[in-house]
């Protein structure tokens, strides 16, 4: 079992930052491969980005690529997502995922944290 806690999401305005972390924890959680995914009202849940075990291979959705960055502190078992230039439409609940597949589909990933509401004002 992995358990992921995130944390860091609130309110900004268009064109601001925000960084997101999610602390995992439980039995081998430092050897998953980790994702962010973000599900808007109304909307379904969807891949953002995503970071290999090693934190050596990192990828991202189009929507979002040149503006967030994924990395991971192993010494803390720590993922964060940084998020520049920030747009209305990252509006979303953010959550952190652990696989031990190279998948991008929401469906692939196996344990998730509960969530963390970033809203982005106009």
């Known amino acids: 079992q992995v358990q992921l806690v995130e944390s860091g999401g609130g309110l900004v305005q268009a064109g601001g930052s925000l960084r997101l972390s999610c602390e995992a924890s439980g039995r081998s959680s430092s050897s998953y491969h980790m994702g962010w995914l973000r599900q808007a009202a109304g909307k379904e849940r969807e891949f953002v980005a995503f970071?290999?075990?090693?934190?050596?291979?990192?990828a991202y959705a189009d929507s979002v690529k040149g503006r967030f960055t994924v990395s991971r502190d192993s010494a803390r078992n720590t993922v964060y997502l940084q998020m520049n230039s920030l747009k209305p439409e990252d509006t979303a609940v953010y959550y952190c995922?652990?696989?031990?597949?190279?998948?991008?589909?929401?469906?692939?990933?196996?344990?998730w944290g509960q969530g963390t509401q970033v809203t982005v004002s106009s």
């Open positions: 970071i290999s075990w090693s934190g050596g291979s990192a």
């Open positions: 995922a652990a696989t031990r597949i190279l998948t991008l589909r929401p469906t692939g990933f196996d344990y």
